[in-house]
């Protein structure tokens, strides 16, 4: 691995995920010195990859950036095609919020989003992560591993995000369980207050390389809902694995290795 584009690579992944970081946190989250890491942030700013906030010291996701994302949605490399699916599922589900997700270590990293045309609706962002033990996406993501290779992702153990957070490895790895046995992961207000979620496994080869679920207000959920969401998530699933390997390109061919499935 050539390692100086390993680090921009890295600064512009994390920063990303973060929304914002100064310069210090940048470098010890990376692991790269103050000294080696200060130029490459100034010319990722230069370049319009980064913004620099002077009065906050922080550097955020620059306009040259979103545009290369933009370009990278708008060539057909499955995303589109994506896309059209996944908004033709969230209409028949009632309008309700989509996304598609990976496992990013320990983590969900959102990587679409089809919105809700509900006028009360769950609020997420294509792009940022939340422990995956906490939400049907994760479960859905951690079906895949066993009990090792889970825990090895959670050294500390699980961490509450909300009251409802499952904080127990047992309950999790009884939820997993249920998973690999019906298809399909829920969540009821464990990582947001007042949502609750179904999501479903993609299977690439074989094995978990994505997850897609359907979240909506809790008030909205029930018995009915939950059955028309799996039977619509279970209806488009062939297409959807179909199309992962031209979108996400080499994740399909990665693995678990202790720290992510990338």
Not at 120 to 128: D, E, L, M, P
Not at 229 to 234: D, G, Q
Request: glycine residues 8%.
């Amino acid at each position: 691995m050539h390692k100086p584009t390993w680090r921009v690579i890295s600064i512009l992944n994390y920063i990303s995920r973060q929304g914002k970081a100064g310069l210090v946190e940048c470098a010890s989250a990376i692991d790269i010195p103050v000294g080696t890491i200060y130029p490459i942030l100034q010319t990722l700013s230069d370049v319009g990859y980064l913004n620099y906030d002077s009065q906050t010291r922080q550097y955020s996701i620059g306009l040259d950036f979103f545009l290369a994302g933009s370009r990278y949605a708008a060539i057909d490399n499955g995303y589109s095609s994506m896309s059209r699916i996944l908004s033709d599922a969230a209409g028949r589900c009632g309008g309700e919020t989509v996304h598609l997700a990976r496992l990013d270590g320990g983590n969900v990293l959102y990587l679409m989003k089809i919105e809700s045309t509900c006028s009360v609706r769950t609020y997420s962002s294509v792009g940022i992560s939340l422990p995956a033990y906490g939400t049907a996406l994760g479960k859905a993501l951690l079906s895949d591993l066993d009990e090792r290779q889970v825990m090895e992702l959670y050294p500390d153990g699980l961490k509450p995000i909300t009251e409802n957070t499952i904080t127990s490895f047992d309950v999790l790895f009884s939820q997993l369980d249920d998973v690999r046995r019906c298809g399909f992961a829920y969540e009821r207000e464990e990582s947001n207050y007042d949502v609750a979620c179904v999501a479903m496994p993609l299977r690439v080869d074989g094995r978990v390389m994505a997850a897609i679920s359907v979240a909506m207000p809790v008030f909205r959920y029930s018995v009915t809902k939950k059955n028309t969401i799996e039977n619509e998530l279970a209806g488009i699933r062939d297409s959807i694995e179909a199309i992962l390997p031209y979108m996400l390109g080499n994740m399909a061919k990665g693995g678990y290795d202790g720290k992510s499935n990338t």
